[in-house]
Every structure is written in C-alpha cells, then in structure tokens.
C-alpha cells in the first residue's frame, strides 16, 4: 500500500509541475507585454509632450520676432487657441502653465499699445522665461542635466 | 580681496534691488502722496474688490485713504510693496494682494493692479485701472 501512495504522490507532482509550467510562461509572458505596452505608451506621451513644447516655443519666439501688430495679432490667435487654452501642455507643468499665463497678459499689453513705464522689455524678458521654461521640460525628457540648458 | 568684492557686490545687489522698489514708491505716491481715481475693471472673473470710482490716495508713510463719494465712507489702510523677480506686489491691509504695473498709452499714463496671477488654467483674474486724480 505505501508504494502506491508514494507512486500516486510523485505521479502528482508531475501532473502539477507540467500544468504550473505553461501558467508560469503565460505569466512571464503577460507582464512583458503589458511592459511593453506601458513603454510605448510612455513614448508616444513623451513625443506628444515634447512636440507641444517645441511647438510653444518655436511660437513664442515667432511673436518675439513679429514685424508689426497685424502679426502679432495673427500669431496671438494661435497661441490662445492652441496653447493658452488647449490642453497641450499638461497640468503638472506649473512653471510653464504660470510663464505662459504671463506672457498672455503682457502680449495684451503689446498688441494693444500699452508700454510697461518702469520695465518697457518684460514682455520679451517673459517670452524668454516661456521657451526657457521648454527647454527645461525638453532637457527633462531627454534625460540632459538641467545645466546643461542655456539661459 | 574676495571677501570684500563678496560684500560689493551684495551691496549692489541689495541697492539696485531697492532702487527698483522706489521707483515704483515715486510713481504710486509721488514721493510724498497722490491719488488715483478707479477709472475701469476689466472682469475675467465674477468678483470685484473694488467699486468703480474709487479714489485711492497713497501716501509716503504706506497709509492708503479709500474714499467714495458714492458712500461718503473712507478707509485707511496699510501699502506695501515687495519686487519679484518679473512683476512687483502691492498689499492693501487686509483687502489682498495684487500686481501692480504703471502703464502708458497714447501719452495717457495709468496704473494697473491686477489678482496675482497663478498656473490655475480656470482662475479668473480682475485688472484694475486707475487715472491720477487731484483729489
């Protein structure tokens, strides 16, 4: 009687040993994928968000270069409509979010005429504050010490 | 020597840092007082701390009279100004905080006071203008 126990007991071990297998594989299987998954995710959000902050900059500096107030109004537009009140920019990134709401009252003041009396050049000072404030984010992304960013 | 250069250059600093500060004491108060008149609110947000045509008369010694001749009521207040590093703030006693720019347009000089502005995308903020006023 104990030998055919014992045969039965090894016999079981078997049978849980070659079932536990495939499950183990499924797992390991699984979390790579989903690994996978989130991975490329995380790099398509990171291009999402590095095109957007290239993008703002690229603007800014545009209405920083702007030849008269009819563009300046033009690219203003766009600035509202795609930055200052789209979702492009993330809300985490408070220090872009605040330089950016800056910049979009003092570019009021320009277009409509108004000159800061005891600081005539902080509209261009926060324009340079905004793509700073990009190349930060973009450095971020990269993985480039924040030092390396050029003021 | 590098000490000395050390404490030259904190002295500087400190200087031009407070020389900005009085421009703005000269502009708001004209170096002994002068009063502003409550001209117009531009609303992007539902609420006002102020009522049009309010006369606010500063003063050099950072008392502020408010007066209304709607109300015949006046209220003294404390001023005080602190820069940062891009915009400079104006508290009024107990009222708040706000952002403060002296503006001109087509000749015509005004002052701005302004909730100061934060990264909250939904937050409202009011701008005051004022005109000077020889009340």
């Known amino acids: ?151 | 020597m590098k000490i000395k250069l050390c404490f030259l250059l904190i002295f500087f600093t400190v200087t031009a840092r407070s020389q900005t500060v009085k421009d703005y004491v000269i502009l708001l108060t004209a170096d002994l007082r002068q009063s502003w008149k409550l001209d117009s609110i531009t609303f992007n947000s539902n609420y006002s701390d102020f009522k049009k045509e309010t006369v606010f008369l500063f003063k050099l010694d950072n008392q502020v009279i408010l007066s209304n001749s709607h109300l015949q009521k006046k209220d003294t207040l404390t001023w005080f100004l602190e820069k940062k590093e891009r915009y400079t703030l104006i508290s009024l006693g107990t009222i708040g905080r706000y952002e403060i720019d002296f503006l001109q347009k087509n000749d015509k000089k005004y002052m701005r006071l302004r909730n100061e502005v934060t990264a909250q995308k939904n937050m409202g903020i009011t701008e005051y203008f004022f005109t000077k006023s020889n009340l």
Request: overall charge positive.
């Open chain 1, 1 to 151: 009687m104990p030998v055919i126990k014992i045969k039965k007991k090894e016999k079981n071990g078997k049978i849980i040993k070659i079932t536990a297998l495939p499950f183990a594989v499924i797992i390991v299987i699984g979390a790579f994928v989903i690994w996978l998954t989130d991975k490329s995710q995380n790099s398509d959000l990171n291009q999402t968000r590095l095109s957007a902050y290239n993008g703002l900059s690229s603007l800014v500096e545009k209405i920083l270069s702007a030849p008269n107030t009819d563009s300046l109004i033009s690219l203003s537009k766009t600035f509202n409509h795609d930055f200052y009140e789209g979702e492009k920019i993330p809300n985490e990134d408070s220090l872009i979010l605040l330089t950016m709401k800056r910049f979009k009252f003092d570019l009021a003041d320009k277009i409509n005429g108004s000159t800061n009396i005891l600081d005539p050049k902080r509209f261009e000072k926060i324009g340079h504050d905004v793509v700073h404030a990009c190349q930060l984010q973009i450095a971020k992304l990269n993985n480039i010490p924040k030092e390396q960013v050029k003021n």
